[in-house]
């Protein structure tokens, strides 16, 4: 018994750790190559962090209205190492005027687990353009700020109309926005002629004319340049299907197979190769370490994705990167659920996810995912407030259920001991009772054989009585008749 109540301590002791660690300590500050710059400039941000020993994951956001990146780290950094340092370099370039607040926000995480949430932001105010560019350098000359006809350029780099051949953009042209889609169908030609027209006529733009397409997926961009220097780029992505092409679906819903990925990013740890699907000749992109094929799918919208081409089906190819994990999102069929999760939907970067939630309330989310970089398959734990990720650790929980599993078995055991008991005791009454029972049957049919014994001695004796009187009378008889 108290071997029993150990192991049920152990077990809440496993369940419920006693101990708290604290948080690891870190902080982050960031600074500007200049505060206040122009129209056209760039400027540097740096940004610094320093902690304990931990693991950094460091977002870098802003709107992009003022400003534009183009250069240095990834707006998102995850670290692989443990450092008690980070630093971080951003190069942007002033594309109107405004102020322009940048936020950074880190996760650090020590060898534990724990983690804090140190943050830090600065800002960027840009000014109308008042220098003359000199070449391609990069270098300017400021101006007299006081001549009136150079601090008054215009600053208007919209489009008044965007126009690829006779073909329908989507969606519908508006100088706000600067992606646009277009489908060309294989029979048409690959060459297409690019128009537009500025809002300011004072404007430049670049990327107009005639453009050869290649079958698949197109970039082309449209720069527009306003006469203070400004720079708004438009973007339309063309997707050229192919001759005969091989429709595939997926979930009831039909798509065409790009037949070449071409203006398609390899994800990481991929790379472009060829195989036959339907037997023709179709670009795709292999990882030759966890034997995973992608392929291009267009949908009825024109939006293009990459699928997992496995065993002859398709299924989404949802990358998901935090904490030094690579992983994608499998959608298959699993056998064992972890104990009291279940089957749930929730968003991650705007991309529906299949998971598990224990309850409603949860800001947890388990999902079934493939390791890229590892090749391991199993459960990974998702936090929708940190938006990380961490390898799910069910130990705990095997073990309380173990421990649950053996106390069933003891309950078990036990009853079927008692109801054993029980029976045996039934079984020795009802023996007990048919023995007595027996018992005075004997005793009466002893009487019986008592009294019969008796009778029949009592029947000799007036027998052997009768006998003698009859052998007196014979007696007598033979004498009377003598004489």
Not at 253 to 263: A, I, P, S
Not at 298 to 319: A, C, E, H, Q, R
Not at 349 to 363: C, I, K, L, Q, W
Request: with cysteine.
């Amino acid at each position: 018994m108290k071997k029993s109540i150990s192991k049920i301590l152990l077990a809440i002791l496993l369940v419920f750790p006693m101990s708290v660690k604290a948080a690891p300590s870190g902080s982050l500050s960031c600074s500007v190559s200049s505060s206040t710059v122009h129209v056209g400039d760039t400027v540097t941000v740096r940004v610094s962090g320093s902690s304990s020993d931990a693991m950094w994951d460091t977002t870098m956001g802003y709107s992009g209205r003022v400003i534009s990146k183009t250069g240095g780290n990834d707006v998102r950094t995850v670290g692989t190492d443990f450092v008690t340092s980070v630093s971080y370099t951003y190069t942007f370039k002033a594309i109107s005027e405004g102020s322009e607040t940048i936020s950074v926000n880190s996760d650090i995480s020590d060898y534990y687990g724990e983690k804090s949430h140190p943050s830090t932001s600065c800002t960027i105010n840009v000014v109308s353009q008042s220098n003359n560019s000199t070449g391609n350098s990069g270098t300017t000359t400021r101006q007299n700020i006081s001549n009136p006809e150079k601090s008054d350029l215009s600053e208007d780099n919209s489009l008044k109309s965007l126009k690829i051949g006779d073909y329908k953009l989507t969606p519908e042209f508006n100088s706000d926005n600067l992606e646009y889609d277009v489908l060309i169908k294989s029979d048409d030609k690959l060459t297409v002629n690019v128009t537009a027209e500025t809002n300011d006529e004072k404007a430049s733009i670049k990327g107009l004319g005639e453009k050869e397409l290649e079958l698949g997926l197109n970039k082309i961009e449209i720069v527009v340049t306003a006469e203070n220097g400004s720079e708004r780029t438009y973007t339309i992505k063309a997707t050229v299907t192919e001759k005969n092409p091989i429709i595939v679906k997926v979930d009831s819903k039909k798509y065409t197979l790009l037949r070449k990925l071409t203006g398609i990013d390899a994800p990481n740890s991929f790379e472009k190769a060829t195989m036959k699907i339907d037997g023709k000749k179709v670009e795709v992109f292999k990882n030759k370490k966890i034997n995973y094929t992608l392929v291009g799918l267009i949908d009825s919208d024109n939006n293009t994705s990459l699928y997992v081409y496995k065993n002859n089906k398709y299924f989404k190819y949802v990358p998901l990167k935090s904490n030094s994990l690579n992983l994608i999102i499998l959608d298959e069929k699993v056998k064992k659920v972890p104990y009291r999760y279940k089957k749930t939907t929730f968003v991650i970067d705007n991309t529906n996810v299949n998971g598990y939630v224990f309850d409603s309330v949860s800001d947890f989310r388990l999902v079934y995912a493939l390791n890229v970089d590892t090749n391991y398959k199993g459960f990974y734990l998702y936090d929708l407030s940190e938006n990380t990720f961490q390898r799910f650790n069910n130990r705990q929980v095997e073990i309380y259920l173990d421990l649950i599993k053996k106390c069933k078995i003891a309950f078990l055991g036990a009853g079927a001991f008692i109801l054993l008991l029980l029976f045996t005791l039934l079984c020795n009454k009802i023996s007990n009772h048919s023995l007595k029972k027996k018992l005075n049957n004997y005793n009466v049919n002893e009487d019986l054989e008592k009294q019969l014994t008796n009778k029949i001695k009592v029947d000799k004796k007036a027998l052997k009585k009768k006998e003698k009187e009859m052998k007196k009378a014979q007696k007598k008889q033979k004498t009377f008749l003598d004489e």
